[in-house]
């Protein structure tokens, strides 16, 4: 299971949040059969959509985050509930690309840097709240800041990491997201990006032994910081066949009749390996309920 904490300094500035979330992305690569580059970058969003859903206020809250870049992934997409369990997966998951001169997996040529970065909320309103921007990077983390410098003017410092071994599995996956209140003043910025300046990269303290909690403390050095609460998420998919059904009602009659043609209709979740099933028959029953 991935661990999450959330944090906050004692004078009330600063609020942290940080997953360690390894198991999310080692299962989704194990799902998507994801290359190794595809695996950091669905990773790296499945690690933002969780800690973004772990902030949601109610339990029925949920939200997507959508990559529209021009890489060769196409869209990437992490659909997360208010608990940080998390699903997702992109459009073509075996891109292969050299390493950049940095050594590092170059996720944002994967993904491209030229789009845009969605988020969707749904709060159980009438319509869920959307926000877009331009994609900075690619690079996932920058774009996430972006947002919410732009989308929500929340000053925020995001970093998201996912590290691979020899085999292309994933060794740690990790990411921590830290905002400042309305009460922080500009020092308290200046005091957060100090503590930031020689950060090593959040894999490097997973791998180090350090937990979410104490990764909170560490990336807030000059804060004394106390946990707020703490949570288990994993990657989930809830699909259902009931789901399905509904999903083929609303694809309407022209979509069901040309469907029903055919003796046998597979539906592939695309977020985890189901496949379900309809006979011409049952199709012809759920274009009764279409409109
Ligand atoms: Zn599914």
Partial sequence: MAKIVRAL???????????????????????HDCSRVCTAALGRLLTGASLMGFMLKNVDDSLTLRVNGDGETGAVIAVADAAGNVKGYMMNPHVELPLKPNGKLDVGRAV??????LVIKDLGL??????????????????????????????????????LDTEGKVGKAGGFIIQLLPTADDTVIDRVEEGIRHLPPITTLLREGLTPLDICKRVLPDFNVEMLDEGEAEYRCDCSRERVERALISSGIDALREMSEDPITEVHCHFCPSVYRFTSKEILDLLKKAK
């Fill in 112 to 117: 491209g840097n030229q789009g845009t970065f």
């Fill in 9 to 31: 300094s004692d004078d009330g500035a600063v609020v942290v949040i940080a997953e360690d979330s390894t198991d999310i992305a080692e299962t989704a690569r194990l799902t």
């Fill in 126 to 163: 009438k319509e869920p709240s959307v926000g877009q921007i331009p994609l900075v990077s690619g690079e996932i983390a920058e774009d996430l800041t972006s947002y919410f410098a732009v989308s929500e003017q929340i000053p925020t410092v995001c970093a998201l990491g996912v590290l």
